[in-house]
Nanobody, 114 residues
Framework: QVQLVESGGGLVHAGGSLRLSCAAS????????MGWYRQPPGKQRELVALITSGGTTNYADSVKGRFTISRDSSKNTVYLQMNSLKTEDTAVYYCHIIIGRVYWGQGTQVTVSS
């Protein structure tokens, strides 16, 4: 089993920054993919960013140039640095890890006010 614990969400004004963290524990294999999805109010869950254990990253077009995903494999932790936040970034952000199957965190709320 794998457990994911997220932290770092909150309320911020447009143009501000937040950093999300997600720590994985349990049966973590060295080769995996970690990342973030988000679910805006009334909408479907959507990809934000992914990072492989080799460091390859992938971003949604809507966050390119503003968000940066990184990881500390020694701590099984993935981070999402979010800069220049917009009101449309308001969502519940979910961490996930792919190890044969997908495991999800409980989600953390990010609210960007105008």
């Amino acid at each position: 089993q794998v457990q994911l614990v997220e932290s770092g969400g909150g309320l911020v004004h447009a143009g501000g920054s937040l950093r999300l963290s997600c720590a994985a524990s349990g049966s973590i294999f060295s080769t995996n993919v970690m990342g973030w999805y988000r679910q805006p109010p009334g909408k479907q869950r959507e990809l934000v960013a992914l990072i492989t254990s080799g460091g390859t990253t992938n971003y949604a077009d809507s966050v390119k140039g503003r968000f940066t995903i990184s990881r500390d494999s020694s701590k099984n932790t993935v981070y999402l640095q979010m800069n220049s936040l917009k009101t449309e970034d308001t969502a519940v952000y979910y961490c996930h890890i792919i190890i044969g199957r997908v495991y999800w965190g409980q989600g953390t709320q990010v609210t960007v006010s105008s």
